[in-house]
């Protein structure tokens, strides 16, 4: 039925689109004026815009652009801004002192600020945004004072520069523990699992301690301490406190013993320069733990 003779169709209503869905009839009402001005005003600016600036995507780029405009190269000269800005800092860290940084509020301030943002990008995947390290991992707690190398801005910085146990810098700092696996047999392992446990005051079997003691001694000691305490020109860590590198359950204990243990950290030298690597070792010698 059309509008004209629809019987429900009221004196000014406009003619209707002709469609009907369970009788209910559109009208035809045209758009605003202004909706369709501002409608065809953004066609417009959109083909102006994929002709100015990089819009459409090929195989292997964006088209680039009359202006040449680039969202990389705006980042890349905001960086190089903020670099130019922080290079005087930079090189007073470089001309400061390790020890004396913490001496300079100004300095100590920017060194910390600096530090922060180079360990959340290169640090904080292993050791953790808060640097607590994660334990099952291997991967120490930075916030402690229980140190494997020293806690000393120097040492910090000695180890975040040639990194441990790495095969690409000749001054990495290197130890290796062997596999008493191979040399002890199973039951001379228990007893040192014991020893260790009661040395680091955990529940253990005191009789199977007793004869772990002399083992200890004959094995251990000589990178560990007679007592447990550890050496840190070695990187032997501390036995007999409740800090743990890799868990101290009689498992992780045991399975250390047997198998070693093989942690790996990258020498940043080449990838921060010296001013970076100042900084954060700033930063992780002042988060509580540095000695």
Known sequence: MSAKHDPSRQPGDPETTGHEWDGIREFNNPLPAWW???????????????????AWPMLTRATPGVLGYSTRAAVAAEIERFERTNEPWFQRLVDTELAEIEADPDLNRFARSAGAAVFRAHCSQCHGAGAAGVQASGFPNLRDDDWLWGGTIEEIHLTITHGIRNETDPDARWSQMPAF??????????SLVQYVRRISAQPHDAALAEAG???????????HGEDGEGNQALGAPTLNDAIWLYGGSEEAIRHTITYSRWGV???????????????????????????
């Open 265 to 291: 950290m990258p020498a940043f030298a080449a990838r921060l320069r010296e001013a970076e690597i100042r900084a954060v070792a700033a930063y992780v010698h002042q988060l509580g733990g540095g000695q």
């Open 181 to 190: 696996g191979e040399l002890l047999e199973r039951e001379e392992i228990e």
């Open 36 to 54: 369709l001005w501002i409608f065809y005003a953004t066609i417009v600016w959109a083909l102006i815009y994929t002709i100015l600036y990089p």
């Open 213 to 223: 003691a002399e083992l200890f001694l004959e094995n251990c000691a000589s990178c």
